[in-house]
């Protein structure tokens, strides 16, 4: 067909998707959700954690059909309560391009930085510390 393939050799992450990803959720949640700081697990815990919420990835990438698609589930465990949420995003790409779909694949990330927020808020009301702050870490 009119389909071209070429090897795109100059479009690589600069550090493992994964690690990439923690940091943009930690990041993004931190910002929307107030008295609560967000640390990834990173074995390094400044107190213990209130709340664990981890994350799995089962899609996260352009696909052929001028869309990005970032799907998966994450919980979370506050005390020996257990929250379970999926997320299905689809983004129908708008232009051309790696960078056009590295920033659509951005945008999902707001999105689920959005809905994770807000189950925080509305799930994690652990005791809060002497600085009237909570703890959530992030694992995934």
Known sequence: GSNRIHTANHHLWAEPLDEAISKVLVRDIAELTMNVAV????????????????????????????????????????????TRLGFDISERLTADGHANAVSALRQSLKTIATQMGETIRNECRPAKSADGESTVAVTG
């Open 39 to 82: 640390e990834r697990d990173a074995g390094r815990w400044s107190r213990s954690a209130d709340c664990r919420l981890r994350v799995e990835f089962d899609k996260f990438h352009a696909t052929d059909r001028s869309t990005v698609v970032s799907s998966g589930r994450y919980w979370l465990l506050v005390g020996d309560r257990e």
